[in-house]
């Protein structure tokens, strides 16, 4: 059976040309927004699989996602150190978030990390569970751009939980 022809395979031409395309918007918009496309399209996806494969086409794209973002605003960086460094200075510039480094090891193949003030939960309520699956692929997947390894990354504090911060916990898969 042959393969259907893919549509919408992700390529940096989807992004367009803003500056073109809206003359007097600009490249700027609020964070509802933002927000209201992500929850929406969450919304209809686990209402169509189930939460559990939800979970994991945000986790898929979110991965997609920070290895192209890895891959055009923060590569090529020559060891761990530089690439955590680059990594804080645009997520700050494109007002993604404030990534901390909280622990780990020297070689960064296990670490803690958050994001504070991130798009996806920041200012959400309570709701006893984590949100930031997306986010969880997203990191996972500047990590693989940067090493060429994989890693399990994992939500262990968020907005939605009570914290005022997102933490994640970040190793290496053997």
Not at 15 to 31: A, W
Not at 107 to 133: A, F, K, Q
Not at 144 to 149: I, N
Request: aromatic fraction near 12%.
């Amino acid at each position: 059976m042959q393969e259907q022809e893919r549509l919408y395979k992700f390529t940096w031409d989807f992004i367009g040309d803003v500056d073109v395309g809206r003359p007097n918007l600009g490249n700027t918009t609020r964070i509802e927004v933002y927000r209201l496309f992500q929850y929406t399209l969450r919304d209809v996806i686990e209402e169509e699989f189930g939460t559990e494969k939800s979970d994991r086409i945000l986790y898929k794209a979110g991965f997609l996602a920070g290895q192209q973002f890895c891959n055009k605003f923060v590569l090529p960086q020559p060891d761990i150190n530089s690439f955590v460094a680059k990594v804080q200075e645009v997520l700050l510039e494109l007002k993604i978030g404030i990534l901390r480094i909280e622990g780990g090891n020297s070689d960064g193949t296990s670490l803690t990390l958050s994001v504070s003030e991130d798009l996806d939960c920041s200012g959400l309520p309570e709701i006893n569970h984590v949100v930031c699956t997306y986010d969880e692929g997203f990191i996972a997947g500047i990590f693989y751009a940067f090493t060429g390894k994989a890693f399990a990354v994992k939500e262990i504090d968020c907005w939605c939980t009570g914290d005022r911060t997102c933490r994640f916990e970040v190793n290496r898969e053997e």
